[in-house]
């Protein structure tokens, strides 16, 4: 069983930048591959990014490639999302995940993850 807290949503306005954290605490951080997806009003749960166990394999969506970076430290139990040039359509609640399968790969499934944040809202303006 692992545990996970998101910290660092806000509100900024378009061509803003965040950095969401996401620490965990349980079983070994370094043998899940991570995950972080968002859910805007009246939408699905959607794939944003991922990044195995050693951080050497990460894995975007399309529509965030580019502008986020997806990180972590098996030090520190964390990952990262770093959020660059912030759209009005990256509104959402954003949610980390961990996924117990082994393996070096990165899940963009949302069945694949085992274990959820809370979420942290992320509002951007125009």
């Known amino acids: 069983q692992v545990q996970l807290v998101e910290s660092g949503g806000g509100s900024v306005q378009a061509g803003g930048s965040l950095r969401l954290s996401c620490v965990a605490s349980?079983?070994?951080?370094?043998?899940?591959?991570m995950g972080w997806f968002r859910q805007a009003p009246g939408k699905e749960r959607e794939f944003v990014a991922g990044?195995?166990?050693?951080?050497?394999?990460?894995y975007y969506a399309d529509s965030v490639k580019g502008r986020f970076t997806i990180s972590r430290d098996n030090a520190k139990n964390t990952v990262y999302l770093q959020m660059n040039n912030l759209l009005p359509a990256d509104t959402a609640i954003y949610y980390c995940?961990?996924?117990?399968?082994?393996?070096?790969?990165?899940?963009?499934?949302?069945?694949?993850?085992?274990?959820w944040g809370q979420g942290t809202q992320v509002t951007v303006s125009s």
């Open positions: 995940a961990a996924d117990p399968r082994p393996g070096l790969g990165v899940s963009s499934t949302r069945g694949s993850y085992n274990y």
């Open positions: 349980g079983r070994t951080f370094s043998g899940y591959a």
């Open positions: 990044i195995g166990r050693s951080g050497s394999v990460t």
